[in-house]
């Protein structure tokens, strides 16, 4: 059974980092292109950084800079290294799964439950 599961959320104050992890299971990243979305209270959930099954990465323009995604075939895990946490950044952090390429849309087949990442002093 393919399956997503998000981890490394908490709480930080503004100006720190988290490193969140995206662990595959019943299925290997070798073929899938692989995102993170995010949604905040009262919000659209959007689009924050995509991984492609080649290695290519893409960043929403507010996290550009501060965020890096990354793979790691061998443990078939995906990350999202944060820094410069911002309050704005507090969302419930998803996962995703899309074969082989990256989509603006939320066009994945198979979604995480979500990490909480709360930005506050």
């Known amino acids: 059974q393919s399956q997503l599961v998000e981890s490394g959320g908490g709480l930080v104050q503004p100006g720190g980092s988290l490193r969140l992890s995206c662990a595959a299971s019943?299925?290997?990243?070798?073929?899938?292109?692989i995102a993170w979305f995010r949604q905040a209270p009262g919000k659209e959930r959007e689009g924050v950084s995509c991984i492609n099954s080649s290695g290519s990465t893409n960043y929403a323009d507010s996290v550009k800079g501060r965020f890096t995604i990354s793979r790691d075939n061998a443990k078939n895990t995906v990350y999202l290294q944060m820094n410069s946490l911002k309050p704005e950044d507090t969302a419930v952090y998803y996962c995703?799964?899309?074969?082989?390429?990256?989509?603006?849309?939320?066009?994945?087949?198979?979604w995480g439950q979500g990490t909480q990442v709360t930005v506050s002093s």
């Open positions: 019943g299925f290997t990243l070798n073929y899938y292109a």
């Open positions: 995703a799964r899309r074969i082989y390429s990256c989509s603006k849309s939320m066009e994945y087949s198979v």
